[in-house]
């Protein structure tokens, strides 16, 4: 019988158990992959929601209510205008002698505020379609003996800073006159007549007719002009931003045609518009 030495036996025994450690490793289930956390869903972009910029202070077109909301005919109908093209809008109220900056910086997207289209305007701005027609007017105390807008050329007269009342003012009585009075608003202007500060006001005949009835006590009357050009108002985007402008006109489109402009114009003026207001040349870009 071979005898086994002590080195063979030990080197048999390594391989032994080397087949052993092979086996059991052939035997191992391979590990579970690991879980996978399902991929974050990105939340949906919230929808973009347009800085309408106004000056609150001209009723019956934009003005605040005892609880400081902004309320008026421009507010809605460029609410109504809004909701029609699928659009999200809210209103800042800001002031009137830097509000054609503020879009023009960005911090306003548009601006209704009783503006006028006019050809200066119109090289910084860009306007949708008209959607109210307008005409200065003059307002005098019920005793005074002015007629006619001629009568004003000598007389101290107040207008709302920058507002085509202060145009034509200006041009009859000179760049440098001082009897041109000018302030922050028409209802200031018209304080001011009420307490023999000025003697005539100049300013949209919207704003001139709701002042005057709604204050009976400063017995004031109004002028109507035949040399008053028309106008018409008209909402503001900035310069070139075709796609907003695009929008807002398809909305005021949309309320002409199924009447909401109508009944807008009714609830603040009494009655529904002679004629809708037509798109004209100067609205256009």
Same mark, same amino acid.
């Given at each position: ?57 001209? &009723?019956?077109? +934009? ?7 902004? %309320?008026?005919? =421009?507010?809605? $109908? *460029? ?109 200031? &202007?018209?304080? +001011? ?7 005539? %006001?100049?300013? =949209?005949?919207? $704003? *001139? ?77």
């Amino acid at each position: 019988m071979p005898t086994i030495t002590t080195r063979h036996f030990l080197k048999t025994t390594s391989v032994l158990l080397a087949g052993l450690v092979l086996a059991a490793c052939g035997k191992q289930e391979p590990a579970a992959p690991a879980a996978t956390a399902p991929a974050a869903t990105p939340p949906a972009a919230a929808a973009k929601v347009y800085v309408v910029g106004t000056d609150a202070a001209y &009723a019956p077109f +934009e003005s605040q209510n005892e609880k400081g909301e902004i %309320v008026g005919f =421009d507010i809605d $109908v *460029v609410k109504a205008a809004a909701q029609k093209a699928g659009i999200e809008v809210k209103f800042v109220n800001t002031p009137w002698e830097g509000i054609f900056n503020s879009v023009a910086q960005g911090d306003r997207d548009l601006l209704v505020s009783a503006i006028t289209i006019t050809p200066e305007r119109r090289q910084t701005l860009d306007f949708s379609a008209p959607y109210f027609d307008a005409q200065q007017l003059i307002a005098v105390k019920s005793d005074s003996k002015i007629a006619k807008f001629d009568d004003l050329k000598k007389l101290k007269v107040g207008v709302q800073n920058g507002t085509t009342g202060d145009e034509v003012i200006t041009k009859l009585q000179g760049k440098d006159s001082p009897n041109v009075k000018r302030f922050e608003s028409t209802p200031l &202007a018209l304080k +001011e007549m009420e307490g023999g500060g000025v003697d005539a %006001v100049v300013a =949209d005949n919207g $704003v *001139v007719v709701h002042y005057v009835a709604n204050n009976p006590g400063s017995k004031f009357k109004t002028i109507a002009d035949s040399t008053f050009a028309a106008e018409q108002y008209g909402i503001a985007v900035k310069k070139g931003n075709a796609e907003l402008l695009e929008k807002i006109n398809q909305g005021l489109a949309g309320i002409k045609e199924d009447g909401s402009y109508a009944r807008i114009y009714t609830q603040y003026f009494g009655a529904a518009p002679a004629a809708a207001p037509a798109p004209a040349a100067a609205a256009s870009k």
